[in-house]
């Protein structure tokens, strides 16, 4: 790309302003040149080499956060073993959105070897492992499996849902696989559950989950919250409606399906579905002409009619 005299001056001040001593200075500057994109792709490129100081190598991956040419990717995927923890962290920032792209097969098993690797940082590790979780268990169960967990688990075999519920309110903005673990586990202990109101508190706790992940527009564990309303016999906490209204896809609306017709004797909680599921196919744009969307129709004629 030709790029004009004043646009490559202003990167190139943009640039200098990296290694400016003052992090609000440093955060303007890497948010500018995200947004300028492309035409400072080459400046940032230069800035990837091994003999370049580390704080300097993880601002330029940091501004190259969503830039998806072929190049970057490549570079990330060396800065990966840059011996830095920053610039590694950087480096795996700019290559999450790789993960789940036909041409990015070389970026998933890296990361999958990185998560893997006990000897990694823990921060790495985490921040790809929530990437991995994004893709679905059908993709990557093996590997989640036998991942230890890099983050410290939510709650503890002691604690009861309302320390779990506590732990949740706390912690907003905990580490997606930490929230992904706490869905995991409040599952298990939904399942095993001595008593029906036992049981009812640990599905408050999951729903209350799902829906923390929604409002950060995370999918690490839309497969189970799809799976709830496969295996849903009755109304399920209203949390578990908003969570996949918000953040469901396609392949949600026969789980809603479903959900719907296993209640037919409750209005309230039908009508619920209802929204959930006019409110994924209004913001995945879902025509008529859809294939789930034509097969939940044909299942189920008074569900979305």
């Not at 920032?93 to 070897?113: H, I, K, N």
């Not at 469901?248 to 609306?253: I, V």
Request: aromatic share 4%.
């Amino acid at each position: 790309m030709v790029i004009r005299s004043s646009s490559a001056g202003e990167v190139e001040r943009l640039v200098t302003r990296l290694t400016d001593p003052a992090p609000m200075e440093r955060e303007a500057a890497i948010a500018r040149l995200r947004v300028i994109g492309s035409r400072a792709t080459e400046r940032l490129t230069a800035l990837l080499t091994p003999d370049t100081p580390n704080d300097t190598r993880s601002a330029a991956l940091r501004a190259l956060e969503g830039n998806l040419e072929p190049r970057v990717r490549e570079l990330a995927l060396a800065a990966l073993d840059a011996g830095s923890e920053a610039v590694a962290l950087a480096a795996a920032a700019v290559l999450r959105p790789w993960l789940g792209r036909e041409d990015g097969l070389g970026v998933l098993e890296q990361a999958t070897a990185v998560v893997l690797d006990e000897g990694r940082p823990p921060a790495v590790r985490a921040l790809l492992l929530e990437g991995l979780h994004e893709l679905g268990r059908e993709v990557t169960g093996a590997v989640l499996e036998r991942v230890v967990i890099v983050q410290p688990p939510a709650v503890s075999a002691d604690d009861d849902a309302a320390a779990a519920r506590d732990w949740l309110d706390a912690n907003p903005d905990a580490p997606l696989s930490q929230l992904a673990d706490l869905v995991s586990r409040a599952r298990t202990r939904e399942d095993t559950a001595p008593s029906p109101e036992e049981r009812r508190a640990w599905q408050q706790v999951r729903g209350a989950t799902h829906l923390h992940l929604s409002k950060r527009e995370s999918r690490v564990s839309l497969y189970d919250l799809r799976e709830a309303f496969e295996r849903a016999d009755g109304a399920l906490p209203h949390d578990f409606a908003a969570a996949i209204g918000a953040l469901g896809d396609a392949s949600c609306l026969d789980a809603l399906g479903h959900a719907w017709a296993a209640s037919e004797a409750d209005a309230w909680w039908r009508e619920r579905l209802g929204e959930a599921a006019r409110q994924i196919v209004t913001r995945e744009k879902i025509t008529g002409r859809n294939a789930a969307l034509r097969k939940v129709r044909a299942r189920w004629p008074g569900f979305l009619a």
